[in-house]
């Protein structure tokens, strides 16, 4: 993807978004973060009650004339709308308000590409931002080039998104090739690992990266901000019965996230997919833990890892003060991945939860061989090792994929002599 300064704080943006009868000016709480995070200041929100988006306008034209009356008054360079936009609302919006108009996956793109640091994070922003922008191309006339930065401009937006539709559409395919190589790797490395894997999901910042760094030291990045953590991270964790398994840490979850995010990042979230046990760790302190919950449960389900063993981690419990918390959901565990209160806790159901992944079994390995016990006793629970004449005898809850690789090993009782 094509090089990109970090966004300049002198968009001024008003927001905008529909309610209907069960939401009010809190819908555009998280709006207002997102914006913020990508380095615009919010100088107001502007809401209306309406049963549909208007075709032409998103917004009634009323409302509408209304924003760019408000653009005017306050030195507005912007308006972020809470949801996707059509090429025909953007136009229209433009040519009435005549500042920017900034839909909602946009802004989450121009995130997500200040965020990327891996070459498959890369990979994944730019496809997911030309993915948005080749069919909205209609409305930005011939000249694509964005000079001067601001949301939207990073990534290939800011080289005239290579000026022409069927280099769009090349590039497009060209990515699209890339990721599917990737994912061939990751299913490879899956199919080949030794250890099961747990993936820690939730709503962004809510204290992923943090409960990490908490389990295994990992040290990544854990600031209070909407996704800090964009490239997975995979770290080693040793359980109270002695499993080794691989905790990764994913990008967090929103509300409306973006078709084309998913779509992109398909190659990381199949990680989330494949997990042997998913900890989906939630805000207790957030007074809308119950719908961030329902949001991943729906992202999850989205992309079919509904069905996965979870634990439920209720984080920051030091800031609740004593109201109840989350009810009517199994396997839930109150934890301060800041503090470390209740880690142990967490650790114990994740042995109960985490399918089993070891089988008794008793082994004669003979001394030419015996650089197999390092293996062995790094992924097994060895409960009796003795030498004997023919070889080493080892009994104990072995790993059952080694125990596939050294199944001609098993023996009876007695065996070694």
Do not use: W
């Not at 699209?176 to 080949?192: M, T």
């Not at 999901?201 to 901000?225: H, P, W």
């Not at 089993?356 to 009796?384: K, M, N, W």
């Amino acid at each position: 993807m094509p090089s990109h300064e970090n966004i300049k704080p002198k968009t001024e943006a008003i927001l905008a978004g529909l309610i209907d009868d069960k939401s009010c000016d809190e819908t555009l709480e998280e709006l207002a973060l997102l914006s913020e995070t990508a380095g615009a200041k919010v100088l107001a929100k502007v809401t209306q009650k309406r049963a549909s988006k208007d075709p032409a306008y998103y917004l009634g034209m009323g409302k509408a004339r209304e924003i760019a009356e408000l653009v005017e008054g306050l030195g507005a360079n912007a308006v972020i709308f809470d949801d996707d936009l059509t090429p025909v609302q953007i136009r229209n919006l433009e040519n009435l308000i005549g500042v920017q108009i900034i839909d909602r996956t946009t802004l989450v793109l121009d995130i997500f590409a200040q965020r990327a640091r891996s070459l498959e994070g890369k990979i994944q922003v730019e496809l997911a931002q030309l993915q948005h922008m080749l069919p909205r191309l209609t409305g930005k006339g011939v000249e694509l080039s964005r000079e001067g930065g601001g949301i939207g401009t990073r990534g290939p937006g800011e080289t005239k998104l290579e000026t022409d539709r069927r280099h769009i559409r090349r590039r497009i395919t060209h990515l699209k090739k890339e990721l599917e190589r990737i994912r061939k790797n990751r299913k490879l490395l899956r199919s080949s690992r030794k250890y099961p894997v747990i993936s820690l999901v939730g709503y962004t910042n809510a204290g992923k990266s943090t409960l990490m760094n908490a389990l295994t030291g990992a040290g990544v990045s854990s600031n209070d901000r909407l996704f800090d953590t964009l490239d997975p991270t995979t770290r080693a964790l040793l359980l109270p019965d002695g499993r080794r398994v691989l905790l990764s840490d994913t990008v967090g979850f929103i509300r409306k996230l973006p078709h084309e995010i998913v779509e992109a990042f398909k190659a990381t979230l199949e990680e989330v997919k494949e997990a042997d046990l998913l900890i989906h760790v939630v805000d207790a302190s957030s007074p809308k833990a119950d719908e961030e919950i329902s949001t991943v449960k729906s992202v999850l389900k989205e992309i079919g890892a509904e069905n996965i063993p979870t634990i439920l981690a209720l984080n920051k419990i030091d800031r609740v003060n004593h109201r109840e918390l989350i009810t009517g959901e199994e396997n839930v565990v109150e934890i301060s991945a800041l503090c470390g209160t209740n880690l142990d806790i967490l650790r114990e159901k994740i042995c109960q939860l985490l399918p089993q992944t070891r089988e008794h079994a008793l082994l004669c390995i003979p001394y030419e061989y015996g650089f197999l016990l390092d293996e062995i006793h790094e992924t097994s629970l060895v409960e009796r090792e003795e030498f004997k004449q023919d070889g080493i005898e080892i009994e104990g809850k072995i790993d059952t994929i080694l125990l596939r690789r050294i199944k001609k090993y098993l023996s009876e009782k007695n065996a070694c002599s």
